[in-house]
T-cell receptor, first 116, second 111 residues
Framework: EAQVTQNPRYLITVTGKKLTVTCSQN?????MSWYRQDPGLGLRQIYY???????DKGDVPEGYKVSRKEKRNFPLILESPSPNQTSLYFC???????????????FGEGSRLTVL | GQNIDQPTEMTATEGAIVQINCTYQ??????LFWYQQHAGEAPTFLSY????GLEEKGRFSSFLSRSKGYSYLLLKELQMKDSASYLC????????????FGAGTRLFVKA
């Protein structure tokens, strides 16, 4: 089954304790992206990646890191989480949007993170 | 910069038609998407427009005017299960693509 898988789905942590949210897709998509969703603000892009070893900042990258060592995986790293990073996080992937494909995003189920 | 505006909430009656508008300002436009998101779930793709005009897909249609920076999503024969948030999103950039989302329109369908 074609899917985007995120882990963990729920996490409560404390300020300053490094954590990683994993994301994996099995559709051979070039493009992957991380969003956070907060009430009234919608989905805001954190980082995206056009392909392996190619990453770029979205609109709200502060406090986050990413890596794209393999095509299927795009982990989100919070080196020193703070309470303002409490949010619902979505990973998404798509074809590139070039070569005539629409490039619609396929989303993971979301990871709800609480930082105390 | 980029900016995407859509109404915060709308209410409509089962069986009716509703139009959700979206206006945007962006550079390097490369397509407009509509996604549906039920409460507590992930967004799912509904429609895509890159050229001006209307795209129809069953009960859902989406329209785009690039010169006006305007799109709408039209939902016909509303059903209770259509109660959800509808997200307008614009893909921008040349080479490196970013997809930027509006805050979403929460649609309530009443009996």
């Amino acid at each position: 089954e074609a899917q985007v898988t995120q882990n963990p789905r729920y996490l409560i942590t404390v300020t300053g304790k490094k954590l990683t949210v994993t994301c994996s897709q099995n559709m051979n998509h070039e493009y992957m992206s991380w969003y956070r969703q907060d009430p009234g603000l919608g989905l805001r892009q954190i980082y995206y990646s056009m392909n392996v070893e190619v990453t770029d900042k979205g609109d709200v990258p502060e406090g986050y890191k990413v890596s794209r060592k393999e095509k299927r995986n795009f982990p989100l790293i919070l080196e020193s989480p703070s309470p303002n990073q409490t949010s619902l996080y979505f990973c998404a992937s798509s074809l590139s949007g070039l070569a005539g494909n629409t490039g619609e995003l396929f989303f993971g189920e979301g990871s709800r993170l609480t930082v105390l | 910069g980029q900016n995407i505006d859509q109404p915060t909430e709308m209410t409509a009656t089962e069986g009716a038609i509703v139009q959700i508008n979206c206006t945007y300002q962006t550079s390097g436009f490369n397509g407009l998407f509509w996604y549906q998101q039920h409460a507590g779930e992930a967004p799912t793709f509904l429609s895509y427009n890159v050229l001006d005009g209307l795209e129809e897909k069953g009960r859902f249609s989406s329209f785009l005017s690039r010169s006006k920076g305007y799109s709408y999503l039209l939902l016909k024969e509303l059903q209770m299960k259509d109660s959800a948030s509808y997200l307008c999103a614009v893909r921008e950039g040349t080479g490196g693509f970013k997809t930027i989302f509006g805050a979403g329109t929460r649609l309530f369908v009443k009996a």
